[in-house]
């Protein structure tokens, strides 16, 4: 069993920071490509970063500039610093971990954590 757990969500002003973690835990070979997604109410969930095991970044453009997405791999987390925050970021943010269990390659989500912007 795989567990995906997100913390670091919470109410900040426009124009700050906010850091989310999410730790892969459980039985499993080893962690690939990780990222987060962010649902805003009525939208759809929308791709933010992504991150392989090698390190190399990729960024939707609305965030390009402002956050900055990193990883640990021998302690299985990912993060996403956001700075200069705007209204727009008001989501539930979700991370995604790709994990390779030694049968194939299974994605598996968060429950997700709130981030508020206050304009």
């Known amino acids: 069993q795989v567990h995906v757990v997100e913390s670091g969500g919470g109410l900040v002003q426009s124009g700050g920071s906010l850091r989310l973690s999410c730790v892969v835990s459980g039985n499993f070979w080893r962690v690939l490509n990780m990222g987060w997604y962010r649902q805003a109410e009525e939208k759809e969930r929308e791709l933010v970063a992504t991150?392989?095991?090698?390190?190399?970044?990729s960024y939707a453009d609305p965030v390009k500039g402002r956050f900055t997405i990193s990883r640990d791999n021998a302690e299985n987390t990912v993060y996403l610093q956001m700075n200069n925050l705007k209204h727009d970021d008001t989501a539930v943010y979700y991370c995604?971990?790709?994990?390779?269990?030694?049968?194939?390659?299974?994605?598996?989500w968060g429950q997700g954590t709130l981030v508020t912007v206050s304009s």
């Open positions: 995604v971990a790709q994990i390779d269990g030694g049968v194939g390659y299974v994605d598996h």
């Open positions: 991150i392989t095991s090698g390190g190399r970044r």
